[in-house]
Nanobody, 123 residues
Framework: QVQLVESGGGLVQAGGSLRLSCAASGRTFSVYAMGWFRQAPGKEREFVAA????????YYADSVKGRFTISRDNAKKTVYLQMNSLKPEDTAVYYCAARSGPYSSRWSDYGSWGQGTQVTVSS
């Protein structure tokens, strides 16, 4: 099973930007579709973005479309989430996840996930 470690979270003012990274271990990273999810205090975990194993297809939640960009570098075994125009409602713990198969917006479709990285957006 692939192991994932998120990084890049922090505190940022509304309107600012952050770039999250998710580093994966294992030689088969390139065949995994990757996703980003987030969970805010007192709320359920929600889908943010996903990318196919090749990087050719991406999928975004409506709430982040046009502001966030998911990408991957298979040579570095890393997936990224560039977050621009951040809003206070983006405050959450962000998790990356991996699955063997097509990208998906469903948490249950992913077999591996990281420990999360905190993103806090001040108003």
């Amino acid at each position: 099973q692939v192991q994932l470690v998120e990084s890049g979270g922090g505190l940022v003012q509304a309107g600012g930007s952050l770039r999250l990274s998710c580093a994966a271990s294992g030689r088969t990273f390139s065949v995994y579709a990757m996703g980003w999810f987030r969970q805010a205090p007192g709320k359920e975990r929600e889908f943010v973005a996903a990318i196919s194993w090749s990087g050719g297809n991406t999928y975004y939640a409506d709430s982040v479309k046009g502001r966030f960009t998911i990408s991957r570098d298979n040579a570095k075994k890393t997936v990224y989430l560039q977050m621009n125009s951040l809003k206070p409602e983006d405050t959450a713990v962000y998790y990356c996840a991996a699955r063997s198969g097509p990208y998906s917006s469903r948490w249950s479709d992913y077999g591996s996930w990281g420990q999360g990285t905190q993103v806090t957006v001040s108003s």
